[in-house]
């Protein structure tokens, strides 16, 4: 597995754009019909907070900072 270059001349990797409507843009610019998909935000994973996400949901997108306190193993997948 890969080890985090934390150095400050490393690289760093940008993050993807988390703002619901800039994501459905770029995602209808692609092609995506307006009326099949679109992105929103999810609050939190409380099942009242879930409530408020349309259905049915297609995909999930999990955006967090990957840092040396986060690793990922892929076994545990």
Known sequence: MATLDERPSAKRWLPLEANP???NQFLWGLGLP???AECCDVFGLDEELLEM???PVLAVLFLYPITAKVSF???NM
């Open 53 to 55: 996400v349309p259905k």
């Open 73 to 75: 193993n892929s076994r």
């Open 34 to 36: 307006m009326e099949e």
């Open 21 to 23: 409507d800039v994501m």
